[in-house]
């Protein structure tokens, strides 16, 4: 396969990533207009977040398998397309309930984008080259992150708050479209069978033990960061509806950058000479010293150093982010990738609820963000800690993903 068409697959998945996180903000950055429409609290916002979180985490325990299971091509866009038609039904609901059902289905569908996406570089790239690959690949949500602030106000108040929610879905099914008609060869064979090594066996492996952990750790900031980022600016500095998209889309443009920099640094010091363990956590130990100063936001005085502060803490976990998912397709065959992954996410999703409600939680009692950044902070080192502790050494299992997952040692 050329390296042409390999990269047609890199920026396929590139859209549909950015697509998935495009529809899920969508919410945040209209909170302020549908809790005036709609008499939400705070609350009732978490409550929906949550909705949310419980099914894509449910979900990932079947999509993974699914993906594995049906292969990539039909799985992806299944997936896509029921994820773009949920987002494209929060414009006819009209109520707590309905945007709560609508949440739910999207929230479900959605969560079949991390393991196709990181499936994808397991398939169609070498060990070698899919660090750079999931590097690209995770810039997607960033990118969607930081198109969405800046679109979707204008496009709320040129066209009414439903028609984001519909632009975004049908952008959703002309991918499936497109996807479709793309006819790739896989470097890993990729169909419809079994999965070789069986959920259970996974579920006892330290390697599956290690990412889940890591994705806890991580995942909770993340989704806190997506959900909340749009409020801290709205409540923090008074930001309205109209302004408060353009420090959160300088913050996740430097989210961006650190995805990219996550898949280009580890692959560098492995041309180098670096093992794949020394270059693999070295890198995620620099990216988890990077976000300890988050919790600055809290004493400066604008709302654009807020955002320099924390789109550096959004660079380091992107950075750290592209390396647990390349350490993923480092340890554990690529027939079995998807499951692994789905595995870890549904433990990321589900903690991260916790965070989500404490934020409600945190704001009603008066104590305001700090005690949600402080958390923030720490998370990475002690996800690496995790690592070190259950992988000492990382032991790379063959390209062809033949062999049996590879055991720490």
Avoid at 129 to 140: C, K, V, Y
Avoid at 204 to 213: G, V
Avoid at 309 to 334: E, K, R, Y
């Amino acid at each position: 396969m050329t390296d042409r068409k390999r990269w047609i697959i890199v920026a396929l998945v590139f859209v549909a990533i950015m697509l998935n996180y495009v529809d899920r903000q969508i919410l945040a950055l209209l909170k302020p207009t549908l809790e005036t429409e709609f008499h939400w609290s705070d609350q009732d916002y978490a409550n929906m977040l949550s909705a949310f979180q419980v099914a894509a985490a449910v979900a990932f325990l079947g999509t993974g398998w699914f993906i594995d299971r049906v292969g990539l091509k039909l799985g992806f866009a299944l997936g896509v397309a029921v994820w773009s038609l949920a987002g494209m039904a929060h414009a006819i609901v009209g109520s707590v309930a309905g945007f709560i059902t609508a949440r739910v289905v999207l929230g479900g569908a959605e969560s079949i984008g991390t393991p196709a996406a990181v499936k994808s570089a397991a398939v169609y790239f070498t060990q070698k080259e899919r660090s750079i690959a999931l590097g690209i690949g995770n810039t997607a949500p960033n990118i969607g992150a930081v198109v969405t602030p800046l679109v979707v106000p204008a496009l709320a108040v040129a066209f009414g708050w439903r028609a984001a929610f519909l632009a975004a879905g049908a952008l959703g099914l002309i991918w499936v479209a497109v996807w479709l008609s793309v006819r790739i060869p896989a470097v890993v064979e990729d169909g419809v069978r079994p999965a070789p090594i069986r959920w259970a066996d996974l579920f006892r492996r330290r390697e599956t033990a290690a990412i889940a952990i890591a994705k806890v750790l991580s995942d909770q900031v993340w989704f806190f960061m997506l959900a909340w980022l749009p409020d801290l600016f709205h409540r923090m500095f008074g930001l309205p509806q109209g302004t408060v998209g353009l420090p959160v889309a300088l913050a996740y443009a430097m989210a961006a950058a650190g995805a990219l920099t996550g898949g280009w640094l580890p692959t560098r010091l492995m041309a180098n000479g670096w093992s794949v363990n020394r270059a693999r956590k070295g890198t995620m130990l620099l990216y988890a010293v990077l976000v300890l100063p988050v919790t600055l936001v809290l004493i400066v005085d604008d709302a654009w150093s807020a955002a320099l502060l924390l789109g550096l803490g959004l660079f380091a976990h992107q950075g750290f982010s592209t390396n647990l998912f390349a350490l993923a397709t480092d340890i554990v065959p690529a027939r079995a990738v998807g499951s692994t992954i789905g595995i870890a996410a549904f433990c990321g999703n589900m903690w991260s609820i916790v965070l989500i409600q404490l934020a409600a939680v945190s704001l009603a009692a008066g104590y305001g963000y700090g005690p949600l950044l402080a958390i923030c902070s720490v998370s990475y080192l002690l996800a690496l800690g995790c690592i070190q502790l259950i992988i000492p050494h990382i032991v790379a299992v063959p390209d062809d993903g033949s062999g049996a997952v590879a055991m720490a040692h």
